[in-house]
């Protein structure tokens, strides 16, 4: 019997939403390591993640089209990949509470699999894919709305391309473009996470993590750029 850790059970309030097939919610918070070597039966969230990330991706396209109808199709774009990403979604997991409703091996929860940010943004894919399963594409819509309209109020205008300003950065001080390496990619075929490094001249390394090379190498840019903002500030 795998050692498998039983957590908080029962609906989520913070969803706002109820389930008519709580089976769909138990589904996509069961991550896949507590169902590994369990046979074809065992259901975890990994393909509930995969709908939810289309579902999210469509959602979110139509929130911005809605939110900025005069921005060009580029603009839009840099809006969407930073709402769709992991930290975005890991963040609302943590809003809804999903680290501590997780089904995990021991192994994961050994390795803090509860505040993994990978983890989490996987489950909270599932959990959008379970409410629109449930409830079809406006209750997913509502759960969207409610918790990725405040991101994108976030933000006046569109995010810049991490990886030009970073190059840019590079470039105006003489220094060599800054390189990136995949160190480890994991996850399903049809749904990687690649982790990425980013290496400029003088400073530490940074890591991050991404769906695709190009998203985890925008991201690592981005907390390159963050690194870079910081030590300027302490200079001050």
């Not at 369990?38 to 993640?49: A, I, P, S, T």
């Not at 473009?177 to 990619?185: D, E, G, N, S």
Request: hydrophobic share 40%; charged share 30%; glycine share 8%.
């Amino acid at each position: 019997m795998k050692d498998v850790e039983r957590p908080v059970a029962g609906p989520i309030a913070e969803l706002g939403y109820e389930f008519r097939r709580p089976e769909l919610l138990a589904e996509a918070l069961t991550h896949q390591s507590a169902t590994d070597g369990e046979g074809r039966g065992k259901r975890n969230l990994e393909r509930l993640e995969f709908l939810g990330d289309r579902v999210l991706g469509l959602v979110v396209a139509r929130l911005l089209m809605e939110a900025f109808p005069d921005e060009k199709v580029g603009a839009l774009t840099r809006r969407h990949a930073a709402l769709v990403r992991a930290e975005a979604l890991a963040r609302v997991a943590r809003q809804l509470g999903l680290g501590d409703r997780i089904v995990l091996s021991r192994g994961e929860r050994d390795q803090d699999g509860r505040e993994n940010p990978g983890t989490l943004a996987d489950c909270c894919e599932a959990v959008i894919a379970a409410v629109f399963l449930d409830g079809g594409l406006e209750a997913a819509d509502g759960l969207i709305r409610r918790y990725w309209l405040p991101m994108m109020r976030e933000d006046a205008s569109p995010p810049r391309d991490a990886k030009t300003g970073l190059q840019e950065w590079a470039q105006a001080r003489a220094l060599p473009l800054p390189a990136y390496t995949v160190v480890r990619r994991e996850g399903a075929a049809h749904d990687p996470l690649f982790d990425v490094e980013c290496a400029v001249s003088g400073l530490p390394p940074v890591r991050a993590e991404g769906r695709s090379i190009r998203a985890a190498e925008q991201a690592a840019a981005g907390r390159m750029i963050d690194l870079i903002e910081s030590r300027a500030s302490d200079d001050r």
